[in-house]
């Protein structure tokens, strides 16, 4: 079978770039939400943890409405400037907005005013994030037709997504630094301003640069307008039916739901194993090596992981790579238990080989130490005296693999599935919708794995406000990091095992699609 890709089915790099630039959006606005949301009202503002955990859940509730409704406004949209790309461009302005002015709340705000303020702001939003969201995600499905450049598009977007959680780990160091911030309120406002420009200006790039399938003569589209807005509703619902039989899709849906959501429910857990387990509780001896695991884990996932599975799916077919990848995170969840080993890394540190390498990295920040002090970057520096919690490092690389092929392979499946429901059902192509019932799924799957991390760290006995926590509740949560993300992986597994659409049939379908369509 042919891999050559024809011209026109190829996305320029520029386009690329742009599309990577609204996922680098995609990425830093919802990573720096959480971070705000979850620690910074707590320790910035006082917030009851109850009510910070309602403000990160409840909104969500909203969101996994609006999604669907966008996606189908979006398949139907009649404009000179495409069905995405007007939404893009605005909601890409909107959001950025809207986030700066979310936390702008002055140091002394009654702990009601803060609430209904974030709340009500936050829902502004996410009004305006959906509306560049949905359209976006919508638009990377119909950039081209091709089986392979799917793929290398998908891939190239989720390395630059990759750059936003390479950044936003930072966060928790940047904002408490009081060399950087006078308080940690200024700080957070000041990081709300930047993050909201970059919204801005990266976030209108693939509405300028990007471009969709020409839908010029497209049939079947919907009237949007108030007057349609009853049989809007009830065609909105007939597509979400009609999606919701499709199997290859339900199946990817199956299993984003299985393998996200059993990373994000532990995805904690790593942070409070290296502060409450290998430092025995003191964030100042754990310094920043909570921040460089993840960093660490979005710079492997960028540049080497998704590049490597990118080629593991034009050589094998998307499934193929996609199972492999994450047999691949299960082995790497499981080297964690000697990765996160104290003793372990206490021994390794002694070797000579463990020394030479302290001495190295010792050696580095001791020069790069009054720099980075120069320019404010204190936060950044490392203690040229401490020892480096080395196999900690060990397993990311393998256990990369899974949120690496994840959305890089799924994105690009679903843009395959996008030409299956054209066959089956017809136009008008229901990207938006498919990218929003998509995104729903995770979204759902998000807010149940934020309850059950809770669950878990409940069942084991962990207590955040005690320094000593007993080793059979550190052993507890260290077996819970490694069983919960690899079972949900090995469910995705066997979900996908007969995913039926291959290379072949999607080839199959693209040629019916432009014979039906009349095009050469």
Known sequence: MSKVTLVKDKVPVGQKAAFGAGHFILNILPGTLGVFIQFFLLTAWGVDPLWAGLLGGLPRIFDSITDP?????????????????????????????????????????????????????????????????????????????????????????????????????????????????NTQTEGVRTMALIVGAMCIVFGILPAIFCRGIDAANMENRKEINFKTLAANMKDLWAGILQVSKNKPFMKLCGATFLVFNGFQLVAAFGVFIIVFYMYNGSYEMAGTWPAWFNTINAMLTAFLVIPIISRMANKWGKRKAFIISTFLSIVGYTLKWWGFDKELNSQFNQTGFGRSLNSGIGSLFEWLNPFLDSVGMSWFSIDPGSEVPWLIFVPIPLFAFGMGGLFTLMMSMTADVCDLDELENGMPRKEGTFGAIYWLMVKIGQSIALVLGGVILSIVGFDPNVTEQSLETMNGLRIADIIVPSATAALAIWVMWKYSLNEARAKEIKAELVARRGEL
């Open 69 to 181: 409704i966008m996606g189908f406004i979006s398949d139907n949209t009649k404009s000179k400037w495409g069905r995405r790309r007007p939404y893009i461009f605005v909601g890409a302005i909107i959001s950025g907005i809207l986030f700066f002015l979310m936390w702008q709340i002055d140091d002394n705000a009654s702990q009601s005013y803060i609430i209904w303020h974030v709340m009500i702001l936050q829902l502004l939003f996410l009004i305006g994030n959906t509306m560049f969201a949905t359209p976006l995600v919508g638009l990377g499905y119909e950039m081209t037709s091709d089986y392979n450049e799917r793929t290398r598009l998908m891939a190239f977007s989720n390395t630059m997504g990759q750059i936003a959680w390479i950044i936003v780990p930072w966060l928790y160091v940047i904002i408490p630094d009081s060399e950087t911030f």
